[in-house]
């Protein structure tokens, strides 16, 4: 009785397809998952900038974004050390930037501007910006433990662990294929 090995060439379409198969998932995955993402709107820009040691007290704190925010849902504080917010009145939001007063006379300190918004998209986005009056240190966070960055980073770690398990799972799969074509049955 002849022991056919099966010819090379079907065992290396098999690898290929499986190969294809989950490059195919794996963009699918990161195209329907880290795309949307990262399309939120991003601060692109702020007086006072980050950890900006301005000489004199500012009157206002300005944020521009890449897109226009939405009115509702903004949210901005300015705090000194002992957490007390030295904004002066509601932030005005012009298209794609936001102004918020700040009381006269800040004294040289640092500070540290806590902001949230609605994004174009309707998700909401949040930052800090440190910054000081005079040659004080910029504040780098509050006791109020502000949420940091905004959501769809998070979910990066489970796209990247839901490729690795799919070419797992593509290898093992290719390599139980591979195994069952390249054995000969027993009888
Ligand atoms: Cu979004």
Redesign the pocket.
Same mark, same amino acid.
């Given at each position: 009785m002849p022991v056919a090995s099966p010819p090379p060439t079907s065992v290396r379409s098999a690898w290929s397809r499986i190969a294809a198969f989950s490059a195919g998932l794996a963009a699918l995955l990161i195209f329907t998952v880290a795309g949307? &993402?990262s &399309? =939120?709107d991003e601060l692109l820009g702020s007086t006072p900038s980050p950890n900006e040691q301005l000489s004199t007290a500012p009157t206002s704190v300005v944020l521009t974004y890449s897109a226009a925010i939405l009115h509702e849902g903004a949210e901005i504080v300015v705090l000194d050390a002992s957490g007390k917010d030295w904004t002066d009145g509601d932030p005005a939001i012009d298209t794609n930037t936001l102004t918020v007063p700040v009381a006269s006379g800040m004294p040289e300190a640092g500070y540290l501007v806590e902001w949230r918004v609605v994004?174009s998209? *309707? =998700?909401p986005i949040s930052g800090t910006i440190p910054f000081a009056v005079g040659d004080a240190t910029p504040l780098q966070s509050s006791q109020a433990t502000p949420d940091a960055g905004g959501d *769809?980073i998070s979910v990066v770690p489970f796209v990247v662990g839901g490729i690795v398990v799919v070419v797992v799972v593509a290898v093992v799969v290719a390599i139980a294929v591979a195994r069952r074509r390249t054995t000969p049955p027993r009888d």
């Open positions: 949307p &993402a &399309a =939120h994004s998209d *309707g =998700h *769809g």
